[in-house]
């Protein structure tokens, strides 16, 4: 399989634990993308990369969560002391920019839920 | 306000027939549009995308934009079973795409 893959696919944890995701986008990809969504409703943005250089992140990133590409290929999203209302799919999404189509293509995403 | 709104339904039409779907926006920035279908337990995947207005067609699946009203569609025809998914709209600012902005999505079942 040569898509986007995310890893775990399910976490359940207790308010206050740090959990990290990982996400291996499609090879070549220059570009990854972290977005969260809740039920009911789209996807929100929260960061992207361009290679390893995180070129913007949103204000719903707040200081407990982290991004990181060290290598510009995998990437680890890391919330520490978890909420409930960080209870959420976290996705994960590449992109090769080359030219003005730049489709982002997502992976199955993370679930989280925190007792 | 959300900058951009979408109707989360659901909307239930019988196979064959047209669904239609739209999304409506804020930014007059925003440059391309894209359709995103979502099945259950899965991550979006891309059906469409349009650079500013206009219509764009791919088999079954009709796009439009219209920049002048911030109101973009997605039309799809001879509905099947297979359908049934939620469908984002999503739009971003520039020529890189960059970080998207989706709508709430619409949930479409198409019943046998």
């Known amino acids: 399989d040569t898509g986007v893959s995310q890893d775990p696919r399910h976490k359940i944890t207790k308010r206050g634990q740090n959990v990290t995701f990982r996400c291996d986008p499609i090879?070549?990809?220059?570009?990854l993308y972290w977005y969260r969504q809740t039920l009911g409703q789209g996807p929100e943005f929260l960061t992207y990369?361009?290679?390893?250089?995180?070129?913007?992140k949103s204000r719903l990133l707040s200081d407990r969560f982290s991004a990181e590409r060290p290598k510009g290929s995998f990437s680890t999203l890391e919330i520490q002391r978890t909420e409930q209302g960080d209870s959420a799919m976290y996705l994960c999404?590449?992109?090769?920019?080359?030219?003005?189509?730049?489709?982002?293509?997502f992976g199955p995403g993370t679930r989280l839920t925190v007792l | 306000q959300k900058e951009v709104e979408q109707d989360p339904g659901p909307l239930s039409v019988p196979e064959g027939a047209i669904v239609s779907l739209n999304c409506t926006y804020s930014?007059?920035?925003?440059?391309?549009f894209m359709w995103y279908r979502q099945y259950s337990r899965k991550g979006p995947e891309l059906l469409m995308y349009t650079y500013s207005s206009g219509n764009k067609e791919d088999g079954r699946f009709t796009a439009q934009v219209d920049k002048s009203s911030k109101y973009i569609s997605l039309f799809i025809r001879d509905s099947q079973p297979s359908d049934s998914a939620t469908y984002l709209c999503a739009m971003s600012v520039g020529d890189s795409w960059g970080k998207l902005q989706f709508g709430a999505g619409t949930q479409v079942v198409v019943t046998p």
């Open positions: 090879s070549e990809h220059n570009r």
């Open positions: 999404a590449s992109s090769l920019s080359v030219g003005r189509v730049h489709e982002q293509f």
């Open positions: 990369f361009q290679n390893e250089a995180q070129l913007e």
């Open positions: 930014n007059s920035a925003f440059q391309y």
